[in-house]
């Protein structure tokens, strides 16, 4: 009776190791200000650096904040001030490649991402979704800042649209209305119903966070 209670307390242990590492999806690695997340059940709590974040939730970074996300497959997402960001799907195992997954949304505000394991070996499974399109990668360093839900800062310059530029990599922007391909060095514009457009210049976004990131 000993060795059996034995195995099951075991079992049990590794079953809460794997629920534990299943739900992690990453952490906060930096962090300038304040930053908080809504969990899926609605409730509100502040993070600080070397909080887990976990699929469901929506981070937020309040005014002058800087917040950088490191995921478990070694992707980072760093958030800029007013930002918030959903972690919809995030799901990575070195030895299961089928089952990878990594979907998100910029709610507002600007992010710079940098792509992990995930991005690299399953592009179709890595989506960024925004307000007025969805963005693929090839495994990539890309910012993507929405001056649709936001008017405020270097956006009251600008048209009302989604900006997309892209440092490494490529990425493919569509929408109900097209899609654009961009390449390392290029910007693209997104208003809302409209197709996709390539910009011969950068927008003029600006990204400084603290020198320690």
């Known amino acids: 009776m000993g060795r ?10 590794l079953c809460a190791v794997a629920s534990i590492a299943v739900a992690s999806t990453g952490s906060v690695t930096q962090l300038s200000g304040t930053l908080s997340v809504r969990k899926a059940d609605g409730s509100v709590r502040i993070l600080s650096q070397r909080s887990t974040i976990e699929s469901g939730d929506t981070i937020n970074t309040e005014r002058e904040s800087f917040a950088q996300i490191r995921f478990t497959d070694g992707g980072q997402v760093t958030l800029k001030p007013n930002t918030s960001v959903k972690i919809q799907s995030f799901r990575f195992a070195e ?11 910029l709610v507002k505000g600007g992010l710079r991402a940098v792509t992990g394991v995930v991005g690299k070996r399953s592009k179709d499974k890595y989506e960024l979704g925004t307000a007025t399109a969805t963005i693929g990668i090839r495994g990539t360093t890309l910012s993507a800042d929405d001056c649709v839900n936001s008017r405020s800062g270097d956006c009251a310059r600008l048209e009302s649209a989604v900006y997309v ?19 390392a060095g290029q910007f693209g514009l997104i208003a809302p119903n409209q197709r996709p457009l390539f910009l011969s210049t950068d927008p003029g976004l600006q990204f400084t966070p603290p020198a320690t990131f």
């Open 95 to 105: 030895e299961k490649p089928q089952e990878d997954s990594f979907l998100y949304s």
């Open 4 to 13: 059996i209670l034995q195995k099951v307390s075991a079992a049990t242990v």
């Open 165 to 183: 530029g892209v440092a490494d990599g490529e990425v493919v922007v569509r929408n109900g209305q097209g899609e654009l391909g961009l390449a």
